[in-house]
């Protein structure tokens, strides 16, 4: 009996109540070690992993019937598969929230843009921190766009064989000179918040932007690209870096309507001299 605890001091070691403990007896979660004569229940000291196991997985919303299945299963193979699905979906969810915290550093930005007249005048736009992306390249080029749906759809998919969920879902344009018909290389590309896989990795680095905010479809994103590229050869910036083509609607952009973010990346003349 010496690693044995009544009901009430288990409760009290789990940082729980009777209540909860009787609930997930009623269940077949967490039966007790020991019920003597008189009925009182008690509890094995290494049940104290099971329990802890219980409350991560009820804390990250398993749902205590799956839970269940998950301490029944006496196979471990099955248990591992059962384990490796509840991380994926965990990481789903985790990329999700991740991305979304992403966004909504730049709603206030769009959304005064969007809801500005001048809402197709460029501006300087501040990335301030790196963030590392997911790309997949693009072959053959999209010109139009049902290629770029396509694209996107197949960006999509190599995200989920990689578990890397888009949001949102972007454009590379890793040159100079945007859309120039010779040596296009693109890319579609999602926000990936976690420490570099490889050196292959694109990274969109920390610094300043010239951005554009474009409204439309995607056949004339060139207009805006044309008009950033004006903004930065009468300004005293240069061009230091990709251009980055963000779509905020979170789905296969529309023919119209769609909210499209453009930057380029861009440093100071003076800067470069010094």
Known sequence: ???????????????????TLNHYEHLGLLSPAYINETHRRFYDIRQYNTFCHIQHLAEIGTPLTEIKEMLQCGNPVELSALLEEKERSL???????????????????LNQLINNEDSNKPFIYIQPTQTNLFATLIEPQPNNYVEFAEALKHHKNNCDRNNVYPFPTGLIIPRKSPFAQIDRLFFCFSPLNAS?????????????????????????????????????????????????ISFYNNSIPKLQDTITLIKIHIVRKDRLRS
């Open 91 to 109: 990481r789903k969810q985790l990329y999700y929230l991740q991305s979304s915290m992403m966004y909504f550093d730049d709603v206030y930005t």
């Open 1 to 19: 009996m010496e690693h044995l605890f009544s009901i009430g001091k288990f409760a009290k070691m789990c940082n729980t109540t009777v209540d």
């Open 196 to 244: 570099l896989p490889d050196n292959k990795t694109p990274v969109q680095p920390a610094g300043e932007y010239a951005a554009i905010l474009h409204k439309g479809s995607f056949e004339s994103l060139h207009t805006s690209i044309q008009l950033l590229l004006d903004y930065i050869s009468a300004s005293q910036y240069i061009i230091a870096g990709d251009t980055y």
